[in-house]
């Protein structure tokens, strides 16, 4: 609930460790909870998955992010480099990290991470493009932000900036994407 605001009873918890004594885990996490797994694991409904984070905790977004690519085989960000991108994307939303921050985050050089993304069949700027994309449509179907807001919040310094950038990705504008948007804060 803290993360996502939604009290999820389906979720399936899985620890790589054994249960500590004196700890009641399902007075702290929802759903069926299970020790001893191969690695610590979050399964959520896929509809969990559309929310946006309301809290951070760095292990559960990377367990959230692996599950969220998981649910999407064939895109084209199967590619680990590209998985890597993405989820430092989302680690550091409305800071978008520029290429050569990028690079240097992943322990890479910018020639190296290009030549990388290439070999996956994709780019750092298709990348940040969905994940903005998707961004965007998780705050707009959240429907707590305005457009600046929500411009802001996916990296870009203007609300047009971002008008534009959606109506070319999807065809429409951002306040047709699940009901209206308001333009102002």
């Known amino acids: ?3 996502t605001g939604y009290d999820c009873a389906d979720a399936i918890v899985e620890f790589h460790h054994t249960p500590h004594p004196g ?3 399902a007075r702290y996490l929802p759903g069926r909870i299970s020790f001893g ?30 599950q969220a ?8 960000h199967d590619g680990r480099t590209a998985r890597q991108l993405r989820q430092l994307f989302i680690m ?4 978008t990290p520029p290429l050569t921050e990028a690079a240097d985050a992943l322990g890479l050089s910018t020639r190296t991470l290009n030549r990388r993304l290439k070999a996956e069949g994709t780019s750092y700027t298709r ?16 429907g707590t932000l305005g457009t600046k807001q929500i411009a802001h919040a996916v990296g870009f310094r ?24 308001p333009d102002e804060d």
Not at 131 to 140: G, H, P, T, V
């Open 69 to 76: 690519l998981a649910r999407r085989p064939g895109q084209e």
């Open 37 to 66: 797994a191969a690695r610590n694991r979050l399964i959520l409904p896929e509809a969990v998955l559309d929310r946006p984070i309301l809290s951070r905790d760095d292990e559960l977004c990377g367990l959230l992010v692996e």
């Open 23 to 25: 700890l009641d885990y």
């Open 158 to 181: 203007s609300h047009q900036s971002l008008r534009r950038a959606f109506t070319q990705w999807n065809g429409h504008p951002l306040g047709g994407w699940r009901g209206t948007v």
């Open 92 to 95: 550091s939303p409305g800071t």
């Open 1 to 3: 609930h803290e993360t």
């Open 127 to 142: 990348i940040l493009a969905a994940f903005r994309n998707d961004y965007a449509k998780a705050l707009a179907r959240e």
